[in-house]
Each structure stands twice: as structure tokens, then as C-alpha cells.
């Protein structure tokens, strides 16, 4: 019921900025939480960041907290993350998921997501 995808990864430099768009299909957008995930070469994927069908609510994985910002505009269902002062370590494959607000009572919550985009590659050299 939603399609997601990724956009605006590529390389950059240690230090240097990229800004991730997550585009959404569907006329529900408002009614799921977003969240953010990563992969990198030999590791599973990790979170990074979610915010919450409103966008009231934000949550971050302590690697990026303040560094990294997520956020979404529902009038053009897309959520964005916004990735300052990156690291070699940054590097993976950056990931869109979507999760009903029905199925958990906050973003702080576990409950697995439901859709997943393709994913977008961002490297960062050192």
C-alpha cells in the first residue's frame, strides 16, 4: 500500500553534507511513522533516525544525534534526512521505512516496519 523511494545519496567528502528524500506513494502519509535505516558492507542494518506520523516527534540513534535531522513535509509526502559533519563511518546504504501509527504507541517503540525502500548508496571518502 505505500512505495517508497530513495533519492540524493551519492560521495562526499569527510566533513561535507547530503540531504536524503524518501518520496511516498499512497494518500494515507500522515498515518505512518517514518523512519531511517542503514547498512554498511558486512553489517546488518542499523537504525538511524524515525519521526512520527505528525512529525511531532523525532528519535535518533546516539551515532548521529546531532549531526543528522529528519523531517517531513505530508503535504508532499516525503520525508527527509538532512546529514552534517559526515564521517567515513557514514557510509552505507541508507534506507526509507514506513510503519502504520496504528501498530505502535510511540517511535521509541520496536515494532518492525512494514515497507522499505530500495535503498540510496552514500559514501564518504576521508
Known amino acids: 500500500q505505500v512505495q517508497l523511494v530513495e533519492s540524493g545519496g551519492g560521495l562526499v567528502q569527510a566533513g561535507g553534507s547530503l540531504r536524503l528524500s524518501c518520496a511516498a506513494s499512497?494518500?494515507?502519509?500522515?498515518?505512518?511513522?517514518m523512519g531511517w535505516f542503514r547498512q554498511a558492507p558486512g553489517k546488518e542494518r542499523d537504525f538511524v533516525a524515525a519521526?512520527?506520523?505528525?512529525?511531532?516527534?523525532?528519535n535518533y540513534d546516539g551515532s548521529v544525534k546531532g549531526r543528522f535531522t529528519i523531517s517531513r513535509d505530508n503535504g508532499k509526502n516525503t520525508v527527509y534526512l538532512q546529514m552534517n559533519s559526515l564521517k567515513p563511518e557514514d557510509t552505507a546504504v541508507y534506507y526509507c521505512?514506513?510503519?502504520?501509527?496504528?501498530?505502535?504507541?510511540?517511535?521509541?517503540?520496536?515494532?518492525?516496519?512494514?515497507?522499505w525502500g530500495q535503498g540510496t548508496q552514500v559514501t564518504v571518502s576521508s
Open positions: 521505512a514506513a510503519r502504520s501509527v496504528s501498530k505502535s504507541p510511540s517511535i521509541y517503540s520496536s515494532v518492525p516496519y512494514d515497507y
Open positions: 519521526i512520527s506520523g505528525s512529525g511531532g516527534s523525532t
Open positions: 499512497g494518500r494515507t502519509f500522515s498515518s505512518y511513522d
